[in-house]
Nanobody, 126 residues
């Protein structure tokens, strides 16, 4: 079993920055991919950024150039540095993980992930 806990959310003004963190614990051996997802009220959950077990990354077009995902050397901590935040970035942000190797097409698809954190709220004011 794997447990994920997010931290770092909060209110921020438009144009500002925020860094989220996700700690993975439990049975963490193996080739885990980790991803960041977000869900705004009345909208579907969408992929934001993901890192596979080898360090490869994938970003949503809407955050490319503004958000940067990284993982610790032991691969149990993942951060999401968010810059130039916009009101449309307001959402509940979730961390997710899955034991999977190969390919990148699936990395931003929520249905491909098995383990989820409870989420952390990010609110960007205009």
């Amino acid at each position: 079993q794997v447990t994920l806990v997010e931290s770092g959310g909060g209110p921020v003004e438009s144009g500002g920055s925020l860094t989220l963190a996700c700690k993975m614990s439990g049975y963490t051996d193996g080739y885990y991919a980790m991803g960041w997802f977000r869900q705004a009220p009345t909208k579907e959950r969408e992929g934001v950024a993901a890192i596979d077990g080898g360090g490869g990354t994938k970003y949503a077009d809407s955050v490319t150039g503004r958000f940067t995902a990284s993982r610790s050397n032991d691969k149990t901590m993942m951060t999401l540095e968010m810059n130039t935040l916009k009101p449309e970035d307001t959402a509940m942000y979730f961390c997710a993980a899955v034991l999977r190797i190969g390919g990148t097409w699936w990395m931003l698809l929520p249905q491909e992930y098995k383990f989820w954190g409870p989420g952390t709220q990010v609110t960007v004011s205009s």
